[in-house]
């Protein structure tokens, strides 16, 4: 059974940046999509980023140009690079991956944005 562990949340100012990490337990870690998903206080968890088995990315339009996604198989670890931070940024912030066809979550680490 795969666990998902993320870190690297916390309060920063607009305009600022922070790196979030997830490291996944078990093998076989690269051939597996990977992603990262946030949820506000009172809306829907929406998908942020999604990096493929073979670095393809997928970016939601409200993060491009300012996020990056990408992953280190050596490590089994996926990262989110987030500049110029936005008050509408704040959440929590999630880490994603398919195993059998089930979707398997991190516990969720809290970004705040906020001066």
């Known amino acids: 059974q795969v666990q998902l562990v993320e870190s690297g949340g916390g309060l920063v100012q607009p305009g600022g940046s922070l790196t979030l990490s997830c490291a996944a337990s078990g093998r076989i870690f690269s051939i597996y999509r990977m992603g990262w998903y946030r949820q506000a206080p009172g809306k829907q968890r929406e998908m942020v980023a999604t990096?493929?088995?073979?670095?393809?990315?997928n970016y939601a339009d409200s993060v491009k140009g300012r996020f990056t996604i990408s992953r280190d198989n050596a490590k089994n670890t996926v990262y989110l690079q987030m500049n110029s931070l936005e008050p509408e940024d704040t959440a929590v912030y999630y880490c994603?991956?398919?195993?059998?066809?089930?979707?398997?979550w991190g516990q969720g680490t809290l970004v705040t944005v906020s001066s």
């Open positions: 994603n991956t398919i195993r059998g066809g089930l979707d398997v």
């Open positions: 990096i493929s088995n073979n670095y393809i990315t």
